[in-house]
């Protein structure tokens, strides 16, 4: 038992999320109905989900309470990078819709959840998040109003004393290290993950959407591997694949089964760490990027909506649809940390071409069939490209740490 312990202790993380997700597969299949084995990837999760808020406000706090003037964030590049990756998605969304254009069966759709009217009031919301209450936003999860308050607490910790300035340090030390520890346990997670996604029955019923699943995931895919990939050789002048895999293979794989941007949040930070970035820039970057770095939140909602417009029988030339990833890009910076956020944005879009609200829901109500594995193939794009914009962000001005 201790050679086993020790094998497993010294084997890498992946190899042992490899093993998670090997397992709960099998179990998945061969064991349906055993009850307690998805719990383990509940409790993942929600220990992420704990976690991250606070961990969030720490690090960036710390990071601008230590920070001193004169040194580089690279964060303009970085939010450059983000919203022009999430623009870039959008717009290949719709050449894909272009090129195969798919119907879907619009019928009653019972979602109770309220979809915004327009992007007046995702913007709106943003901003109202910008003041939430600070406790409130910890509780909630509310990362756009716990950046807010990080950096409030951040620059005005510049003026306490040096032992004030290390207790929030070690504040930061302390949580980054309970994250570790979660972390960790990651492959039981993914085993709990797995196994309640393999023995789900509604897994059945995605054959009917088989065609609308296949354009969601290949126009995913390449933009994961195309067009990420393109946009950081740009910057970086260099082969980006190896950087790229990396983003995909320890973030993207533990995001795919969380199915959470913020649940994420953690391992992203740790992945930029492992990579030797900035924690000036990181700090905030990956936070921040779980809010506005949204590419397959941009595809999914063109490619809902565009599938809704040839169902009705809508025509459609491009300069509507260039104007439709312009609101894709908006909207998805307002969608949701959590899984399945993306989708209540589709009536947003389906509003400029005339498309009713009742009708916009039965769309929503489609992407709840397909979300098992729409929404873990989205997730899993977002948040390999939190750490893949801010590592070429950094790269670009430093060749030194170029991998």
Not at 30 to 52: E, H, Q, Y
Not at 197 to 223: C, E, P
Not at 295 to 302: K, L, P, S
Request: proline residues 3%.
């Amino acid at each position: 038992m201790k050679r086993i312990i020790r094998a497993w202790t010294k084997a890498s993380l992946i190899k042992r999320i490899l093993i998670g997700m090997i397992s709960g597969a099998t179990l998945g299949m061969l064991f349906p109905n055993l009850t307690g084995i998805g719990l383990l990837g509940d409790l993942f999760v929600g220990g992420l989900k704990a976690i991250a808020p606070i961990l969030v406000f720490a690090l960036v706090a710390n990071a601008l309470s230590q920070h001193q003037k004169g040194q580089n964030t690279n964060m303009k590049t970085v939010i450059f990078l983000y919203l022009l990756g999430t623009f870039a998605a959008a717009l290949v969304a719709v050449l894909a819709s272009f090129l195969l254009p798919v119907q879907i069966t619009l019928t009653s759709a019972n979602t109770e959840v309220a979809a915004p009217d327009g992007i007046g009031q995702v913007l709106s919301n943003l901003l109202l998040k910008l003041v939430d209450n600070p406790l409130n936003a910890i509780v909630e999860a509310n990362y756009i109003g716990i950046l807010s308050w990080a950096v409030i607490f951040g620059l005005a910790m510049r003026e306490a004393s040096k032992h004030s300035k290390e207790l929030l340090r070690t504040m930061a030390d302390v949580t980054s290290k309970i994250v570790e520890w979660i972390i960790n346990l990651a492959p039981f997670g993914i085993l709990g993950l797995v196994f309640k996604t393999i023995s789900d029955k509604g897994i059945a019923s995605l054959a009917n959407y088989g065609i609308l699943l296949g354009l969601l995931i290949a126009t995913m895919a390449f933009v994961a591997l195309i067009i990420n990939p393109l946009i950081a050789f740009l910057f970086m002048r260099k082969n980006p694949y190896p950087l790229v895999l990396k983003c995909l293979r320890v973030s993207g794989i533990t995001a795919f089964f969380t199915r959470s941007s913020a649940a994420n949040i953690p391992v992203n930070m740790k992945l930029c760490q492992d990579l030797g970035l900035n924690p000036d820039t990181y700090s905030v970057s990956i936070p921040l990027g779980s809010t506005i770095n949204m590419a397959g939140a941009a595809v999914t909602i063109n490619v809902l909506t565009l599938a809704a417009v040839n169902t009705l029988g809508i025509s459609v030339d491009f300069g509507t649809a260039f104007v439709l990833s312009v609101v894709a890009a908006i909207s998805a910076c307002g969608a949701s940390g959590i899984a399945g956020g993306s989708l209540l944005l589709i009536p947003v879009a389906c509003s400029l071409f005339g498309i009713s609200n009742d009708l916009a829901m039965q769309v929503v109500g489609v992407g709840f069939v397909i979300g098992v594995v729409q929404d873990s193939c989205e997730t899993a794009l977002n948040s390999s490209t939190d750490v893949l914009f801010t590592a070429v962000a950094e790269y670009a001005t430093n060749r030194k740490l170029r991998p």
